[in-house]
């Protein structure tokens, strides 16, 4: 099996019934390519979330990450939020910091003025682990930041022990499929030339690149 993150082999296992490769590379576990949903079911899976503004829990787990990277933003920037969902969340709480932020979903805000720009930050708020191709899309949004840009992202680490793994409740969702060990974002700082200014357990990395 081919490892969509770097593109090397991948050593193949079962957990649960489903079958996943291991890169002996970059750590990036992904799920095998027959499991990978249609568009169509990934845009009945998401409707079925429910993150909202009105949430208290939901905004205080989405601070947690805004303040997190914001050390690492530049005031006043241009941000992407790259997968931003029905409610883009992220970017509302983002906005009222003062960033100008622009919300892209392939399903919810469509369009591609995003490609032809370029950004002082852009975030990948629980997608990371979505992308059929992780590393071609991670190398595209990369190519657009400034210089002293940051690529931040959020995506759950998975465990290391193979049956904590087959009870981890975070591969269970159909549309998740591929996960990033803090190995992944070492080989992917290195690979795309940036800075990995923070890769901190359980769920987010910030890659800078160089001013």
Do not use: K, Q
Request: contains cysteine; proline residues 9%; charged residues 25%.
């Amino acid at each position: 099996m081919r490892c969509r993150l770097c593109g090397a082999e991948a050593a193949e296992f079962v957990s649960g019934g489903a079958g996943y490769g291991e890169c002996p590379v970059c750590g990036y576990i992904g799920v095998e390519p027959s499991r990978l949903p249609s568009p169509e079911a990934e845009e009945a899976r998401y409707r079925l979330h429910r993150n909202s503004r009105s949430d208290s829990r939901y905004v205080s787990w989405i601070l947690e990450f805004v303040e997190a990277v914001e050390p690492y933003l530049r005031p006043g920037g241009e941000l992407l939020d790259f997968g931003s969902g029905p409610e883009p969340v992220p970017a509302a709480l983002l906005r009222e910091r003062g960033y100008p932020v622009l919300a892209y979903d392939p399903f919810f805000a469509p369009g591609d003025d995003w490609r032809s720009r370029a950004w002082d930050a852009v975030l990948v708020h629980e997608v990371a682990e979505h992308l059929a191709e992780p590393g071609a899309a991670l190398a595209e949004l990369a190519a657009l930041l400034r210089p002293g840009g940051a690529l931040c992202v959020r995506t759950r680490f998975p465990p290391r022990d193979r049956e904590a793994f087959a009870r981890w409740r975070y591969r269970m969702d159909s549309t998740h499929v591929g996960f990033f060990r803090p190995e992944s974002f070492a080989w992917l700082s290195a690979r795309l030339g940036l800075r990995a200014a923070l890769v901190e357990p359980p769920d987010r990395a910030v890659l800078v690149r160089p001013a």
